[in-house]
């Protein structure tokens, strides 16, 4: 699955080489952390793009064991402007869903504290925990305005019952090797 922006990805020719470097980086802490994690270069007819980054994580609880995956985009300016992240839509027969998430916008992009209060101190492994933190452990309280208003609206049964029938469409996760 891919996510179709809005405006097609644009990489920063000036920057590429900054990007390879930060993805490297990322891809050792991945790798000494031994976390479930998966990233790989976007590819744009045969061209790696370092810049925009597809990362694939093990769900857990109503997405047990299913590989929730998106594609994170730094900023032209990164680290000084927060980045973005989109996640996969799921699809049911021929249609193209949004996860349905407290935190998860009709765009599909990820509603995160740490993109809203951003600090160009935060390193690109800290981004990729805080959303698999943020996925696992929405931050929506009564009284707030939610990403997705209409799931926020269920009761807790309800929206456990929407999120297992989506994980059924997902496939299960692997780590690359």
């Known amino acids: 699955m891919s ?3 809005k405006k097609k990805p644009q990489m920063n020719p000036q920057r590429a080489s900054d990007f390879e470097n930060l993805f490297s980086k990322v ?21 790696v793009n370092y810049q925009f980054w597809r990362f694939e994580f093990r769900g857990q609880g109503n997405f047990e064991g299913k590989c929730i995956s998106g594609v994170l985009k730094l900023q032209s300016d990164h680290p000084v402007s927060a980045p973005i992240f989109y996640f996969d839509p799921i699809r049911v027969g021929q249609i193209d869903e949004v996860i349905q998430h407290l935190n998860i916008y009709g765009d599909h992009t990820l509603c995160i504290p740490l993109f809203t209060y951003w600090k160009k101190t935060t390193s690109e492994y800290e981004i990729l925990q805080a959303i698999e933190h943020i996925f696992h452990n929405p931050n929506w309280q009564e009284g707030d305005a939610p990403a997705n208003p209409g799931f926020a609206s269920e009761d807790q049964k309800k929206r ?3 999120q297992r029938s989506q994980a059924k469409y997902i496939p299960g996760f692997q780590k690359s090797q």
């Open 3 to 5: 996510i179709n922006f």
């Open 160 to 162: 456990e019952q929407i």
């Open 27 to 47: 891809q050792q802490d991945i790798d000494q952390n031994d976390v479930l994690y998966n990233i790989s270069p976007l590819m744009e007819k045969d061209q």
